[in-house]
């Protein structure tokens, strides 16, 4: 049976048409662990921010296509045991870092909240069509910010106005070029499917 063929509920997420309704919790597990693994190898691809403590990585994108694939409660999941495991040691943020007193950690804990977000809106449609995807997207990058920037202000003692100048502006571009491939793959992957909403 092609997954084309397949009848997609109302509200669903990309994650809902595998067809593994008598497995769906080993499913489930897979999803949550896969999710949390894409998150901290997008995270290794780190490139340094001149004058900031936090580089621009492809685990924000992570993050949010992870949100927006398997849900908001599988999302959480996701993102939560990425930020466990790190914060155990594993060396998988930003740049190979671990622990949850870098100056970063901010933004995974806003990944973790965007996450679910977005996985929420995915469920609502979100993710159907270019627009509704630039919109997810923006509310996704906006909670990561609304985290990430006051966690750095805290944690280097900078002013909240120098934190928005390196944990902020720097990264406005990225996020936009970011936000234009999931604009491309999301709407695509559910065309493909044949099912949009």
């Not at 921010?49 to 694939?69: I, N, W, Y």
């Not at 900078?158 to 928005?164: L, P, W």
């Amino acid at each position: 049976m092609s997954l084309a063929a397949t009848h997609v509920r109302s509200g669903a997420v990309l994650a809902d048409l595998l067809p593994a309704a008598r497995i769906r919790y080993a499913v489930d597990t897979a999803l949550v662990m896969g999710g949390a693994a894409l998150t901290g190898v997008a995270a290794q691809i780190a490139v340094p921010v001149p004058g900031s403590p936090v580089p621009v990585t492809g685990q924000t994108f992570a993050a949010l296509l992870v949100g927006t694939a398997l849900g908001a409660r599988r999302g959480f999941l996701s993102l939560g045991l990425y930020a466990l495991i790190g914060m155990a040691g594993m060396p998988w943020f930003a740049g190979g870092t671990s622990g949850a007193g870098g100056a970063s950690f901010g933004y995974v804990l806003g990944m973790l909240l965007a996450a679910t977000v977005v996985g929420g809106l995915a469920r609502r449609g979100g993710d159907r069509s270019v627009l509704r995807t630039a919109g997810t997207m923006v509310v996704g990058s906006v909670i990561i910010y609304a985290v990430g920037v006051p966690y750095l202000a805290l944690s280097t003692g900078m002013s909240m106005s120098s934190a928005v100048a390196l944990g902020l502006t720097p990264f406005l571009i990225g996020d936009a070029l970011k936000a234009a491939l999931a604009m491309g793959a999301l709407p695509v992957t559910w065309k493909l499917v044949g099912r949009r909403g």
